[in-house]
C-alpha cells in the first residue's frame, strides 16, 4: 500500500526556504506569485494490513513536528 | 488560487533521506514498512489568471530537477 504524507508548516511559521523559492521567482521573472511555502512529501510503501492508527503514529513520533507542522495522509490507489 | 507541487526522486535514484526515514521507523518498531522516498512538497499562491503554462515553468526552470526528479502539479480547490 502506497501512503504519501504531506508535511507542511503550519501558517505563521516563518519559512525562509518558502521566501528564498518566492524571490527566485520573481527574479525568473513569474509575476502573480502571492505566496510560496516549502514543506516535505513522504512516499511510504507499507504492508497492506498496516493500520491507519500505525501511519498516524509515524507521523507524530517521527515525520512531523507537531510544534511547528501540519501533516496529512493520503492513500494512493494501487 | 492555490497549487501544490509535489517534487520526488525519480524511480531509481538514491534517496538517503528516505533510508534514514526507513531506518529510523525501523528502529521505532514500525514493522511492514517496505520503502520510504523523500520529496519535496511546495505550495503556492498564485494569481487566479495565472495559466498553466505559467506554472509548469516554474517547476522546470526552478521547482524541480528535471534530470533526477518528477514534479505533479495539483490545483487545490478555493
Request: with cysteine.
Amino acid at each position: 500500500m502506497k501512503v504519501r504524507v504531506a508535511v507542511s508548516l503550519k501558517p505563521g511559521v516563518l519559512d525562509p526556504q518558502g521566501r528564498a523559492i518566492h524571490h527566485a521567482l520573481e527574479g525568473l521573472g513569474f509575476s502573480g506569485v502571492r505566496d510560496v511555502r516549502a514543506g516535505r512529501l513522504i512516499e511510504l510503501d507499507v504492508a497492506d494490513e498496516t493500520p491507519d492508527s500505525a501511519i498516524e503514529e509515524m507521523c507524530r513520533k517521527l515525520l512531523a513536528n507537531q510544534v511547528i507542522e501540519n501533516y496529512r495522509i493520503e492513500k494512493v490507489a494501487g
